[in-house]
């Protein structure tokens, strides 16, 4: 472990994936309370229904939030392979795509795909984490919205263990509706991979980096924030 | 034609279209003294070079505006139709595209491609008006975003016809190089379809319908001014 209060000297890949993970560790939303309750099998159906509910709202927004980051990227090749992003969330055509495997899953878990697409269950402390961070895409600089997005790089972990849980512990939702998360097993690992490689080469400076890690806490921020809010319910 | 003065009355489609035309007719760059003088075949080598290499600022900047403009479209469906306007000038892969052809045009002309992609030729005058178009998008609803895409209703004329005029007038340009040209006659048409029902649906009082008529404007505005600059040239 690097020593964090004296050394400001430009990390390499190594010591900066380093420091990306330990934010992961201490950070990431896998470690809610929450969450550690969906995992051990304790949320009711209806605490289910509410995180599947309201994390659509994350979901709906990702093509959007991943347009504006596209609209800085400075490189066509690199705007290229960003638009795979968009893709997977928002489908080749419109019977496909990340949105629509959320509505599935969301109707595998007894959810009206009407209510959901019309907002009925959404939370205000999920569209204010949510908007948030479509917001900080907007209004930074283009490798700080790439460097937000770095939180893909402790997805997998979460994501195949939440298809795991799921299947174990809530055998009512129907397991055709674990597409979505099957499908991001691969895609998380190669948008992950992009985006840092975007990051290292733009944060160029010991300062640069740092502002690319606040980011990541930033997002994490937003994740946890969104699980809070899910968590409490409505009031 | 419709009394302008005295009919507040929401327009049906005919009517927007005629009142669109119309603008087309009056407003649109086709009609700018440097574009007849090119039409003509009166233009010498340096002032194409000039056109063609500082219209590259308009084209490489069209992904970075259609980014924009799918973050705002409120439909998964239409966000997937407006993508392919992002495809045909970034392209598929780094191998096609607009942007990659306007390039080979470029190339075809005598122009470095290094230059080019440098910036070494962009008059700020030029720079200024696709900003403006770019921000305009930006900071906009989003129809009005998209109304002032509609000058794609006058395109294919003035490039089917541009096309016959470089062959003409112009052998100096290597003929292969026309291949953005030919590529934009079949999606311009398809583009200006898809915005125009756009507008229509979401232009719903005649207030609305005015204020995208007048976002065409804008944008002819933009395109009029780009060739004033390139007609001036250098200081």
């Known amino acids: 472990m690097i020593d964090l209060q004296t050394s400001r000297q430009l990390l390499n890949e190594e010591q900066f994936v380093e420091r990306l993970k330990h934010i992961g560790e201490t950070k990431y939303h896998d470690k809610h309370p929450f ?81 959901l697409i019309e907002g009925k269950h959404f939370l205000p402390g999920v569209v204010f984490a949510v908007d948030a961070y479509v917001n900080y895409c907007r209004n930074n600089e283009w490798w700080l919205a790439v460097a937000s997005s770095l939180t893909e790089v402790f997805a997998p972990t979460l994501v195949s263990y939440r298809i795991e849980v799921i299947e174990r512990h809530y055998p009512w939702i129907n397991a055709e509706g674990l597409t979505y998360f099957r499908n991001r097993l691969s895609q998380a690992p190669r948008d992950s991979q992009h985006g840092l490689s975007l990051v290292l080469s733009a944060a160029d400076t010991y300062e640069k980096q740092d502002l690319a890690l606040k980011a990541v806490e930033f997002k994490c921020d937003v994740l946890w924030s969104m699980v809070d809010a899910i968590q409490n319910g409505e009031r």
């Open 35 to 115: 969450h550690a309750r969906m995992h051990e099998g304790s949320l009711s159906k209806t605490e289910m229904q509410r995180w599947i509910a309201n994390r659509f709202y994350y979901q709906k927004c990702l093509p959007i939030k991943d347009s504006l980051v596209m609209s800085k990227l400075p490189e066509r090749s690199d705007r290229i392979r960003w638009r795979e992003r968009i893709v997977d969330h928002d489908g080749r055509t419109e019977d496909d795509g990340g949105i629509l495997a959320w509505l599935r899953f969301a109707e595998a878990a007894g959810i009206s795909r009407n209510e």
